[in-house]
């Protein structure tokens, strides 16, 4: 059979998320969504917020939930640096939405001593984790 597997690493400054041989990565960059499969050309992309997706060795997709970073692929290596990361299996769907709600409660108030901006990427990170954890449904 044919070997259709590269290498990726997802690191954060806590820990390597993931090591393993996967057969499909689609990351978000900060033009949209990217994909990558084995012999990509070697490349940096810049990562967005969002929800990167990858497929494991026994084809069950996975997906993790990214707060902006980097992707580097060489010679079908690619690392992934973020500056958080969580498997949608692990995040705690409680604690996003309450990120969430906090967020949201900061960016209706209007009020000038609010930091729009911050509360604007709460909001995106407490989203991205709660459609990793496929827990956007209710909401
Ligand atoms: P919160 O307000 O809930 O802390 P946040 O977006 O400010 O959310 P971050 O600063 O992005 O949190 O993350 C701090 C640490 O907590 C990181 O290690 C991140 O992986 C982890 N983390 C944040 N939210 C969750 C969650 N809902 N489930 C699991 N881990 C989380």
């Keep these: 059979m044919a070997d ?14 993931l090591k393993d041989e996967i057969q499909f990565l689609v990351v978000p960059e900060l033009n949209g969504e990217l994909g990558v499969l084995k012999n990509h050309a070697p490349m940096i992309a810049a990562l967005d917020i969002g929800v990167l997706r990858y497929t494991d060795p026994e084809g069950k997709v996975k997906k993790i ?29 409680l604690r ?13 108030l209007q009020d000038e001593n609010i930091n729009s901006g911050r509360a604007e990427m ?15 449904v209710n909401d």
């Excluded at 709460?122 to 991205?128: D, H, L, V």
């Design 65 to 93: 939930a990214l707060s902006g970073g980097f992707m580097e692929v060489i010679y079908n290596e690619v690392r992934v640096l973020a500056e958080t990361a969580e498997q949608g299996s692990e995040i705690d769907i």
């Design 122 to 136: 709460a909001m995106r990170r407490a989203m991205a984790r709660l459609k990793a954890a496929d827990a956007l």
């Design 96 to 108: 996003a939405k309450a990120a969430k709600e906090r967020a949201e409660k900061r960016l209706q």
């Design 4 to 17: 259709n597997t590269f290498m990726v690493e997802i690191v954060t400054p806590e820990q390597i998320l």
